[in-house]
């Protein structure tokens, strides 16, 4: 888990560089999960819908594509409420397979919360949930004498630069035994109007989910950002695919140590989309090939099979 060193070194950090941003993994304190689960239940918000959907009706062609046997654990790295992931798992445990799941998110109130819900729809599955940071939790896993299907859904790889996230995936890969595979969930470039729409809500939700993270620096930095006097704005650029999220400073200010021009951006979040090359590459490049893309109705998302080597 990150401890509040980590914390504090990296708003610090952040906070001096220029441009000013803070780092998008900081969202998720307990609170922040509670705003992150509104922003998946938001219509604009077609992601999960589209994954769910994946997960869902094509179950059995995710199953039959890793060609694993009886018996496998499946390691689910982010995994948040786990509600998507619900109805592979319950495919598999259905048709008699034997599961191992492990759950790893860096917020504990999450993960318990999808322990107990788990333990009670799905009794029949193995479930050992772990709390904290992946590459922490992926180091302490024991050796496994049965394969391994890793998950890293919901288009979290998007929060990482493209040569961040190759350099991910590759110290995935080293976790991974020779055979078990990877399902990555990207969200897939598409009109600029609908992606710009899925961040930019009407409601707000989208906006207080990034304040949240003033009002966490705030609670347990001991600092002192007033939440009214910065903006939320999300942009898209369809050259590149990538949203950008940010705060604006609304005046001249200064919040302890650090002063924030009007106007001046503290950036927040990258939300990459990407096309169907990208995510070859990606795979390729980071020692994995690609066994299978599975799409919702629509192509808005993909799940995306990999095997190591
Ligand atoms: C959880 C990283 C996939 O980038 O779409 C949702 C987080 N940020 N709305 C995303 C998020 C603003 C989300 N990921």
């Known amino acids: 888990m990150a401890n509040n060193t980590d914390f504090e070194r990296d708003v610090k950090d952040g906070l001096s560089s220029n441009p000013k941003k803070l780092s998008s993994k900081y969202f998720y304190d307990d609170e922040g999960s509670r705003i992150f689960q509104e922003i998946m239940e938001m219509p604009e918000y077609y992601l999960t819908n589209a994954e769910f959907e994946i997960l869902s009706e094509q179950a059995k062609g995710i199953t039959d594509a890793l060609d694993f046997g009886e018996e496998f654990s499946v390691i689910e790295l982010g995994a948040g409420d786990g509600k998507k992931t619900f109805e592979l798992l319950s495919y598999m445990v259905n048709n008699g397979l034997s599961i191992h799941y492990r759950p790893v998110d860096i917020s504990a109130e999450a993960i318990h919360l999808l322990e107990a819900d788990l333990q009670n729809r799905l009794p029949k599955l193995k479930l050992e949930s772990l709390v904290g940071d992946y590459f922490k939790v992926l180091g302490a896993l024991p050796k496994r004498s049965k394969p391994a299907l890793f998950l890293f859904l919901g288009s979290n790889i998007g929060n990482y630069e493209i040569d961040e996230a190759k350099a991910l995936m590759k110290r995935f890969n080293q976790f991974l035994q020779p055979g078990d595979k990877m399902l990555v969930g990207f969200d897939i470039i598409k009109n600029p109007r609908v992606i710009l729409k899925a961040y930019d809500d009407p409601q707000g939700i989208?906006?207080?989910?990034?304040?949240?993270?003033?009002?966490?620096?705030?609670?347990?930095?001991?600092?002192?950002?007033?939440?009214?006097?910065?903006?939320?704005?999300?942009?898209?650029?369809?050259?590149?695919?990538?949203?950008?999220?940010?705060?604006?400073?609304?005046?001249?200010?200064?919040?302890?140590?650090?002063?924030f021009e009007k106007n001046e951006l503290i950036h927040t979040e990258l939300s990459k989309k990407y096309s169907l090359d990208d995510i070859k590459q990606i795979a390729e490049n980071s020692g994995f090939s690609l066994r299978k893309n599975f799409f919702d109705c629509k192509k808005l998302f993909a799940d995306s099979l990999w095997e190591k080597g």
């Open 206 to 259: 989208t906006r207080r989910f990034n304040l949240n993270l003033l009002k966490r620096m705030n609670r347990e930095l001991g600092m002192d950002f007033n939440l009214d006097q910065f903006e939320f704005f999300p942009y898209y650029n369809p050259n590149n695919g990538e949203l950008r999220s940010c705060l604006v400073s609304l005046e001249d200010q200064k919040v302890g140590e650090f002063t």
